[in-house]
């Protein structure tokens, strides 16, 4: 198996827990205000947390590891990291979609790339990091989990809050 199969089974397991937690949700009786509850003030709602993850793995998908078109680029502004989550909550079947395109696009790209180059820097990110193929796999990673950990955090949160 070479590490780019090792890498896309994680990936494929990561999205299992995102998608089980969205299960979980939409099977809740007032899932849209879920998706919309923040745990404070500036705090990003659990849907914002979702779409951040598929946003960002097209944005590696078509921006930063090849030059393509996006299929969500007017989200972007919306949902990338350094935005502000808003009041305008996306439903379940948005979160879905976006996350399904998002991690198409992701693993066409990472076909394309060349194995050999894993410990080539790829991206320089705006603040500077010179960041290799090999960095950019293990960050996809780390992110998904991280983001699913927050979103799995607030509801826990909102779960916890008094009802009536």
Known sequence: MSLFDTYRDQY???RTRTL???DR??????????LGWCPGVGRAHIGWQLMHIGVTEELFAVE???NKEGRFRDLWSRFRG???PDDDVPSIAQI?????????DLLVTLGE???AKLD??????PDGRRLSLRNILQIISWHEAHHQGQAHITLNLYNSQPKG
Do not use: C
């Open 120 to 125: 080539e820097v790829v991206w320089e990110a």
């Open 96 to 104: 879905r979609d976006v996350l399904a395109g998002g991690r198409d």
């Open 12 to 14: 494929a397991f990561n």
């Open 25 to 34: 949700i939409e099977k809740m009786t007032d899932a849209p205000s879920i």
């Open 82 to 84: 350094g935005s502000t």
């Open 20 to 22: 089980g937690l969205l």
């Open 113 to 115: 790339q060349d194995p």
């Open 64 to 66: 930063r590891l090849a």
